[in-house]
C-alpha cells in the first residue's frame, strides 16, 4: 500500500539523489513534502519541484555551526505542523537528519513509521574516538526506533552496519539506478534517450577519452588524473561537473598547461548527461575522498549514469563498484596508484576494451534503469 504522504527529510534539495528520490515518490502516487536544507554547491538554480520547507542552509565539515542550524530547524518543523501532521511514512537521509525526524514524532508532530535512507558512511563514524564512539552509539539506538534501513550499496551494510553497530535488523538495497522520468516531456529526448546511439562507438585507433563526471569532490582523483594526463598526452581527460573541495580557480590552476585536459563546467542535470557520457571512452568511478575505506563501499552514481550509456568503467581494486562490474564485465579494476593506472592506459586497456565495450552495451538497456523499485521500502513496511 502507497502511503498518502511521506515527508522525506534531506540534507540539500539541489542534490540530484534527492530530486531523483522525491520524483520516484511523486511517480507512484505518494504526496511528498520535503524538509529540506541547501548546500552552496552546485545546482544551485534549481527549485523544488514538491512542496518544501526550506530547513536552512548548510555547509560540509562544519558540525558546530550545522548543529545550531538543526536546533533552528527544529522551529520551523513547529511551525509548519499542519503540513506534517498526517504523515503516513518519513524517510530521512543521514544521521543528524534522522535525529531531527525522531524528535518531531517525540513532540507528536506526526506518529508515522520513520525509514533510515542511506547514501554514505561518514568517515567520522569509523574513528575509535570518544566523540566517534558517542555517535555510533546514538545510531543503533537510532536505527533501533526505525522501521526499516535502506541502503544504496550493499558494502554499507556488510562493512559499516554490521560489524560496527551490530545491526541485524530489516533492510533493503535501493541502487541509485538512472530515472527517466526526470526528463522533460519534450519531442523525441526520451526516444533519443532510450536509442542505442546514445552510447560512443567502440575506442577508435586515435585518441582514449578518459571522463571524471559528476560532483568532483575528491582532492586525489583531480591530481591522479593530472599525473596521467601529463604522462600520457595521447589520452585526453574530459572532466565535467563542479568541484566541491575547493574553489573552482584553485581546482583548474592544477590543469594549467596540460593540453589534453578538457574541463567542460557544470552541465544541466539530467539532460546534460548524453552529451557528457557520449563523449567518453572510460569512466573514472574512483572516490578517493575519505581517510578511511568508506569510500571503497558506495556505489556512486556515474557507476549507473556511465553504465546506461555503455560505457566500460575504471575503478579501484577492492570497491563496491569494481565488485559491481567484474559481475557484469564491463569495466577494470586498479589500485589508485599512478603508476599502475599509467601502465594500465599505455599497454593494456586497448588489448581488451572491444570484449568489454561489447558486455556494456548488452546490458546498458537492462541493468541501469529505474523501474518502479520504491515500491520495495511499501512493501516492506506493511
Known sequence: MIPSKVLYFAFDASDSSVIRRFKQLKAVGASVVGLTFRRKRY??????????????????????????????????????????????????????LLLLALAGRF?????????????????????????????????????????????????????YFRPYLQYDGPALLLENKIVLDMLPAEPGLRTKWASPER?????????????????????????LLAQIAEALPEVTVRISGVPTYCPLPEFLARYDGISNVVYTGEYAFPT????????????????????????KWLLPNRLYEGGYFGVPQLSETGSETAIYADRLGIGWAREADAEVLIRFLRQEVRKDYARVKANCVAVMDSRFQYNDDIRQVFEAIA
Open 199 to 223: 552510447t560512443k562507438a567502440g575506442l577508435p585507433d586515435g585518441r582514449l577519452v578518459l571522463g571524471w563526471v559528476g560532483a568532483l569532490r575528491c582532492a586525489r582523483s583531480a591530481e
Open 272 to 295: 546534460g548527461l548524453y552529451d557528457v557520457y557520449d563523449k567518453i571512452d572510460l569512466n573514472w568511478c574512483f572516490d578517493l575522498s575519505k581517510y578511511s575505506e568508506s569510500g
Open 43 to 96: 545546482n544551485q538554480d534549481y527549485q523544488p519541484e514538491w512542496d518544501n520547507i526550506h530547513l536552512g542552509n548548510l555547509q560540509d565539515g562544519h558540525y558546530a555551526r550545522r548543529l545550531m542550524v538543526m536546533i533552528g530547524s527544529f522551529v520551523m518543523m513547529v511551525r509548519a505542523r499542519r503540513k506534517l501532521v498526517d504523515a503516513e511514512l518519513i524517510m530521512a537521509r543521514n544521521l543528524d
Open 107 to 159: 513532540v507528536g508532530l506526526y506518529k508515522c513509521p520513520i525509514v533510515y535512507d542511506v547514501f554514505d558512511v561518514r568517515s567520522v563514524l569509523l574513528r575509535q574516538s570518544l566523540p566517534a564512539k558517542i555517535m555510533r552509539g546514538v545510531e543503533r539506538w537510532a536505527l533501533g526506533q526505525c522501521r526499516l534501513l535502506i541502503v544504496t550499496s550493499p558494502g554499507f551494510l556488510n562493512e
